[in-house]
């Protein structure tokens, strides 16, 4: 019996990169002065503001809302089920996560999730 490829390229997506919150570049980012400014998930503006804080996760953020080719995609692995949310490490910027990976945001990583 043969195991499907696609679950184990999936999970290293997710718990590969501790994307949302790499080192404390994140503490360097410039806050909104008004939490409902931030710009909609996967927008060139939220691209632009991400890439002020961690370069390396709009790099691969971009490729993941191209590769689905549609914004309402899950930040992190693609997934069409996702929830705009919050993260406690980017209060600055809002996300989109699947419930998976919001379950590895949660316990692996210990952040907050509030959301949108
Ligand atoms: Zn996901």
Known sequence: MRMPGGCRARKQ??????????????????????PRDDPDPHTSAWFDRLHTSNPKQAMFTKQIVTRAGRLDVCTV????????????????????????CQLIQQTVLGLRISNV
Do not use: F, K, W
Request: net charge negative.
């Open 77 to 100: 692995c693609g997934d069409h089920a996702s929830t705009e949310v919050r993260l406690s490490d980017t209060p600055y910027l809002r996300l989109r996560l699947c419930r998976d």
């Open 13 to 34: 997506i997710t718990e590969g990169n501790g994307l949302m919150s790499q080192g404390n570049s994140t503490l360097m980012a410039p806050e909104p002065q008004n």
